[in-house]
């Protein structure tokens, strides 16, 4: 593990009274709730010892498990006693990690809000109006549109950036578009900040860096920080870590809360086994397609940008943690191409792919390679919408060593700023992502 950089003390911002009654309600019963009353509450982390193939840790996410990062020979899971036990009779050796750190700092904790030592994350009221604020600092950059609520009532956000007085040179058509989305999952607070790392970077340094300037000039840039504002808020709602993935509906007929939303969205939805239907388990994929609110909410904010029967963004970012990787599609099947996936598609995907890898150091790879998965965002993107789809896992790498799912806030600068020339090398090559294959007159001309 590279050694953190030093803290910066910050004084922690008082919240401000809820925005209203119900929510209030809402969230004071997430934290009175007890252990019991929740499955990911009784849900602990675990290394399992022999998993080496897609195949096998393809069995062990079939048990309900999350498969939260790939070792080798290993995988760490995210399960209840049940399904470790189930693990267990497969014949691989499964050992209990310690849960999320206590980063009181000898501290009383404050409600709904991050723990004491990393206060320089932004809890969902913070992560909002550091939106607003960077929208009013450049207005002539930035715009916020709300696209929709989740479950308990949040908005969900899109922050449009371009500067509409300009085009790219030799062209009247429209500006090819890219959607960066973050915190799918609850406890992946890292990516609310890699969003709002990007609005200061696009609006700090346009007119300063050439390559931002002529992004911002030539590109259409939606940045959606908080996909799950529901699960982000009850994962710190006593003041520490729950380790809670999904978002915070109910199921009917369960006392299990939640739904995975990136098992969610309609491109083979539980179709292949990366999936459960159980709601107690950590990757249940929901009733239906798109009946998570907040992916309803982002997918119809996609096709909201079909515009002349022609989808207008280009190409995609879903920021998830952890394992430090660059992953593409598919992820319901192990082969390279498949119905929707040419090989010039898949190469196309792998090259661009392979490039940011290079620049961040993270792995590169197609998401089937770890294990399957069906109701994927990527998988959506690219099989419905044909939109050039990754997802980046962030920091810390797989061993974890950095703090797992939750990472001290003292790396946020470092890792976030490490995947600035990733974001713009996918900027750069949205207009024609079959250029980095050498096809750009065969396909975008």
Known sequence: MRPPTPRSPRRRVPHGRLATAATA????????????????????????????????????????????????????????????????RMGYAVRVLPGPPDRSDGRKATPFDFPPADAKYHNYKEAMAEVDANVAAHPSLMSKQVIGTSYEGRDIVAVKITNAAKKPPGTTAAKPEVLFTAHQHAREHLTVEMALYLLKEFGSQYGKDARVTKMVDERVI???????????????????????RKNRQPNAGSSARGTDPNRNWDHKWGCCGGSSGSPGSQTYRGTAPESAPEVKVVADFVRSRIVGGKQQIKAAIDFHTYSELVLWPFGWTSSDTAPGMTKDDRDAFATVGTSMAASNRYTPEQSSDLYITDGSID???????????????????????????????????????????????????????????????????
């Not at 069995?59 to 070792?71: I, K, M, Q």
């Not at 080798?72 to 399904?83: F, L």
């Not at 797992?404 to 024609?432: H, K, M, S, W």
């Open 222 to 244: 939606w940045v959606v920080p908080d996909v799950n504002p529901d699960g982000g808020e009850y994962d710190i709602a006593t003041g520490s870590y729950r380790s809670w």
């Open 25 to 88: 309600v809402v969230l004071a019963l997430a934290m009175a709730a007890p252990a019991s009353s929740d499955t990911a509450e009784r849900s602990r982390s675990y290394e399992v010892t022999g998993p080496r193939t897609a195949a096998q840790r393809t069995a062990v996410a079939a048990t309900g498990a999350s498969v939260d990062a790939v070792r080798p020979g290993s995988v760490v899971i995210t399960a209840d006693a049940a399904q470790a036990e189930r693990v267990r």
């Open 379 to 445: 998988d959506w993107l690219w099989g419905n919408q044909k939109i050039f789809a990754y997802t980046f896992e962030m920091y810390p790498g797989p061993s974890g060593g950095g703090g797992g799912f939750y990472p001290p806030d003292e790396v946020i600068d470092r890792e976030t700023a490490r995947n600035r020339d990733a974001v713009l090398q996918l900027l750069e090559n949205a207009d024609c992502m079959y250029r980095s294959i050498g096809k750009e007159a065969q396909y975008c001309r």
